[in-house]
């Protein structure tokens, strides 16, 4: 029951000055809230919903940029990795290995990541039931590894959209595994605009409010100094400006739920 | 951005001393936690999944009833209508009447329930989706009556699952009506049990959290002093004592809520 | 395992005329493919996205027009009832009463239903599963009356979308009633035109195909000589002179399909 | 407008003599049938459910088993791969390459499938609109290999199960490229046993009865000499009986769905 880490970042590291840039005005807000920072950028958009979307600078330079930005703000660092490779990679450099949600049944790469012996955060597939993370988790388990996470970042609901079931946090939250909220990507709209996806980034402060009221261990958020523009998930990712009044009030809602768990108290 | 309101009962009217028993209970605790109380309980169940479920007390009796809880306890009471002609007789003693989710595109029923000239709670159908709203509530305004209450109670998810999409709440506060969150309904699996609906009333403390710190004018929840032997929504009903401690959790978290609209402060 | 039949009209009943002119045309293309038909229209549609839109003829001059039909071309008729009285009425003159979906878990309307002695057929609740039917039915059989039909006219699916699960049609067939197959609301787009429904027409002989395919009793398909100006469900309407070609399709597959009952055969 | 093919085997090599008395009953059905047939099996599941789940014979054994069946029954062969040196070395033996659908967006794996040059049969992602295989296709399509299949194997259908939508079959069709019906997996249940997925095979026939109706390139189905005994997909694999009067029913609907393409006769 620790008071709520934010996890955030660019979608993807644009360039040093870019991912330096965000980071710092990241990390500074997050101390004036009194909230813990771990920063979040990908050096590989490795499933993009087309050919021509913008990858990114590739996992020798993201490494480098990441490990940069822990030297000098002195926060965690967490990227996403999608081979064994890439994995053993990452895992020399960043604190948290992220697994991304349409990799997060492929066996090798779960021991891969269990095996740095890194925090493994496993996003759940969009096409899950929060209850068969169980078994997802124990894959990376079995490595005599347990620093995992559990992401929620939004579960198929029709063609193109997502949904958030927010019964799904103390679902999750039963493996004993702390369960982390993404209020950015569960507010995508995958392939929503034919060669790239949509996305709603206006609602993405009421879900995470909703989940800090429910009980969560950390909220997930992709911010950018100019959405619009960037090259990639640039319709949901929140303006920096939302960062400060989103934790305030976050922290605020934190409070209470903390102060009576879920199950057990009503 | 008043403070949130209470819509709570049983789910149908048992007997006169029971739905009496219930209703000061709540209206106490309500009172207890500063909160304004409305009482709801239905007079027939008229869409059970089985023709063996128990309907209920029926019209005459139940009315009565309700001006009796009204009268002794001094909270406005709410009561579900499914045709024309028990509109206009609840619309004669009731303070609400309420349009139930399946029936919510039934165009004669809504201006009839329009045309009392009581406030009229329409529960969203759960085969539509929030902005669908706007069309039902035009509806009931067309009569010259705009005191519609919009009312969220889950929407189809699969086969016997509902899930509660939270971006639906701002969507039908657009509409400038006060939208209800029905925290019970929301966790009823419909045919779950064969001949009854199930449910997981764990679930609904923490959905009515998430609606709270998202923002919305009342929570509604169904509360037995029995649950698991009640004649109807048994599984998804909370027990009595939950309701103090759910009251000051909801009371805390609409604090924060309310002291910053979700689409313009972020 | 008789071969199919067609239920086939307009949406509704725009006028004498109207009616009788379209099912003369379907009526004669139906007996030129050697296929029985029933003659469907709707003397009112009561449950329009907005209230804007065109409701019919009313009930005196629909089922007037109905009894004209059946009069006049020797085939049975069927349209859609929406509360106890109009039950009675129209079970004076039709031969299959008609259940809406958003109204078939309304149990006083099935047992009106039920007890004129007339063919019911109950329309599945777009937020039902196949296997929910079994109650609904028994709601209408318990007034003695077994001519029940049940009809698949898709499922919700995320927002504004329905689909089709065609396992549906072998599990409600257990109930051991006929089941129909709607082709064409089975392709409505719900609300996607902000005051009207959407659809796509052309995937309907495609689904009508794979319902004939896997085994039905009747396909149901609405037709208009001007879907695109017609005044409710244009969008998903057939040209008339699809119905040829698909009525001999469709024979074709019911051949096969009728040749091997899908559950012990394999 | 050829006629199906059949693509067909055992969900993964249990051993040499398995695959080949698996593949030349399948065989031979399928000459007795007249219908060109594919063998597919895996060599490693590397996606399982729980990491209890037997994974299969590996890459070395599978492929020199996959090229004994060719060799022997002269049939060409279809494996799944997972990442890009398997998919190099795969590309030496098989037919035909599958991407599965969990990764149908990994960029990478596209691209080498398609640099083999041998022909890509792409699972839609359980997450994925039919429209959405526009793009994926065009990533294989960029190394200049046309010789692309699309397959839909069922969509996210709220948790632990799957539905089928036959609209997306047209859909695909109008990227140009075959599209295959994958009958088993598409009546899966995920998850749906715990620590396994469930399923029930009782509706494949019917679904694939569905898929030749409206019009497809191929049909896949998983079959098995005991299905409730094999090591994975036991519960949705069909018993070999039923793969003769199957194939003749197949036969008999495409001939009626292949005499009128479906969106330009109707």
Redesign the interface.
């Known amino acids: 029951n620790a008071p709520f880490v934010l996890i955030a970042g660019p979608c993807q590291i644009e360039s040093r000055e870019h991912a330096l840039k965000i980071a710092a005005f990241l990390s500074e807000t997050a101390k004036a809230a009194g909230v813990p920072f771990v920063f979040k950028a990908s050096y590989d958009k490795?499933?993009?919903?087309?050919?021509k979307g913008t990858?990114g600078v590739g996992i020798e330079a993201g490494l480098s940029i990441l490990a940069e930005v822990r030297d000098r703000l002195g926060c965690p660092v967490l990227t996403d990795v999608?081979?064994?490779e890439q994995t053993r990679r990452a895992g020399e450099v960043v604190d948290i290995l992220q697994i991304p949600a349409?990799?997060c049944?492929?066996?090798?790469l779960l021991l891969a990541a269990g095996e740095t012996g890194k925090a493994v955060n496993i996003k759940k597939?969009?096409?899950?039931?929060p209850?068969?993370m169980q078994?997802v988790a124990?894959?990376v388990a079995?490595t005599g590894n347990d620093r995992v996470l559990l992401t929620d970042r939004g579960?198929?609901?029709?063609?193109?959209?997502l949904?958030?079931?927010?019964?799904g946090?103390?679902t999750m939250a039963e493996t004993g595994y702390p369960v982390v909220f993404d209020a950015t990507h569960s507010?995508q709209e995958?392939?929503g605009r034919g060669?790239s996806s949509g996305g709603?980034r206006?609602?993405a402060?009421?879900?995470a409010?909703?989940?800090?009221?429910?009980?969560c261990a950390a909220v997930f958020v992709e911010a950018h100094d100019d959405p619009d523009n960037a090259p990639s998930d640039g319709p949901n990712m929140?303006p920096l400006p939302?960062i400060a009044?989103?934790l305030s009030?976050l922290k605020?809602?934190d409070a209470?739920?903390k102060?009576?768990t879920?199950?057990e108290?009503?």
Do not use: C, E, M
Request: aromatic share 12%.
């Open positions: 490795a499933n993009r919903t087309s050919l990858r999608h081979d064994i349409f990799l049944r492929q066996t090798d597939g969009q096409f899950l039931a209850w068969d078994n124990d894959k079995s579960t198929s609901f029709g063609y193109g959209a949904i958030t079931d927010f019964r946090l103390p507010v995958p392939g060669s709603k206006v609602f402060p009421a879900l409010r909703a989940a800090v009221a429910v009980g929140l939302w009044p989103l009030d605020a809602l209470v739920a102060g009576r879920l199950t108290a009503y």
